[in-house]
């Protein structure tokens, strides 16, 4: 590292030449701005770091005054303030730099207001910083509020305009206004507007999907939605969560039959196996064998992902939870079955466990429970 800020220092030497000869000049400022902004980057030492960037901010300041009416000075000033963020660590310092760079974007709109990625690039900063808040619900629905209308903007401009833009932008920003109007009704109480916000977030998806057909990622991207939604309203309208989880399913074995991605395939598989778990539940009360019916098939795609990501041990602990509930439905009917399920179980955990060490015990009292079945038969 060291060599590196004694490059960017070297950098910096040159800049300021060229500033002191061309003081009203505004490409040496906006140069020196991002070496400053590398040293901060670089710069181990905190305080040392912070200088950088006040320094990066200073210059960036410079040029914006000397060329007002450019909007890719604020953007480029605001863009600073965003990589900032990502490393603080003081809490209100981060929420001012988050305020600040919006203040910028938001000039380089006013500046440019035609430009539809001005508005597309504020959104995404709103969606990030709405990432950071995590329990504040009041201020993650006021984001996403501002983020839908900033990507309602951008849609709006898109539309305007077709042949400026291809059908994947098209679809990659009703993809991020779906989730800004998810992720609202996640956060609303009022259960009416709740529901009203997810079928506005389904819709974007399923008109993202339209402008993309061959984007199958877009299927198991709405089929997580419908998936996690059901699990929301379970409580309240099991039937309800039912149909969502059908959809789901739907999605999914469409994108994998589909599809052609194999990273794709690869969470698809595991995401209808999560679906077909759930399923499995729902009907473990009323329906013996179509819940078992399920649970094999559960199985059967963890099995899958387990072999695309060459065991790797997490998805061994999901399908040893799907061993484990297979065996205590044969636990009182047919011993054979469930001895060899729980043995698969106990085998898939001890494999996790063998990988992550640290993580002993581990649904320790599902593998015990395991165990002691299999001494006493």
């Known amino acids: 590292m060291a060599n590196l800020i004694e490059d960017c220092h070297k950098r910096i030497k040159n ?113 990030e910083w709405r990432m950071k808040l995590e329990t504040d619900r009041e201020k993650i629905a006021l984001y996403c509020s501002k983020s839908i209308e900033d990507y309602t903007k951008v849609i709006e401009k898109y539309e305007a305009d077709v042949s400026k833009y291809d059908a994947e932008q098209f679809m990659l920003r009703y993809q991020n206004r779906a989730y800004a109007y998810f992720q609202l009704a996640g956060v609303t109480e009022d259960e009416q507007k709740a529901q009203e916000y997810f079928e506005k977030a389904i819709e974007d998806l399923t008109t993202g999907i339209e402008k993309v057909p061959e984007y199958y990622v877009g299927y198991w991207k709405r089929a997580d939605l419908y998936r996690t939604w059901s699990d929301i309203i379970r409580n309240k309208d099991k039937e309800k969560a039912k149909e969502y989880l059908q959809k789901a399913l739907d999605d999914l074995t469409t994108s994998i039959n589909e ?78 079955k469930a001895k060899e399920f729980f043995q698969k179980a106990v085998d898939d955990w001890n494999n996790y466990e063998a990988q992550f060490p640290s993580e002993q015990g581990f649904s320790s009292e599902r593998k015990e429970y395991a165990e002691n079945f299999l001494k006493s038969k």
Do not use: W
């Not at 002191?20 to 030492?45: H, M, Q």
């Not at 094999?296 to 065991?311: C, N, Q």
């Not at 998805?315 to 047919?334: H, Q």
């Open 15 to 127: 800049f300021s030449a060229v500033i002191n000869v061309n003081p009203n000049g505004t490409i040496a400022y906006k140069n020196r701005a991002k070496e400053y902004e590398n040293c901060s980057v670089y710069e181990t030492d905190e305080q040392k770091s912070e200088k950088y960037f006040h320094k990066a901010i200073k210059d960036y300041s410079a040029v914006i005054k000397k060329d007002f009416n450019n909007p890719d000075n604020y953007v480029s000033r605001a863009e600073a303030y965003l990589n900032r963020l990502k490393t603080e660590k003081d809490e209100k310092k981060s929420e001012d730099y988050f305020k600040k760079a919006i203040e910028d974007y938001t000039s380089a709109i006013k500046k440019d207001a035609e430009n539809a990625e001005r508005y597309n690039t504020r959104a995404l900063t709103y969606d």
């Open 259 to 336: 599809g052609k991605s194999e990273q794709c395939n690869y969470n698809d598989y595991l995401y209808r196996a999560l679906v077909y778990s759930a399923m499995a539940f729902d009907e473990e009360e009323t329906d013996s064998a179509k819940s078992e019916d399920y649970l094999e098939k559960a199985l059967s795609d963890y099995s899958t992902v387990v072999e695309k990501t060459s065991g790797y041990a997490d998805f061994c602990a999901y399908r040893a939870g799907a061993y484990y509930d297979l065996a205590k439905n044969f636990e009182k009917t047919n011993t054979d």
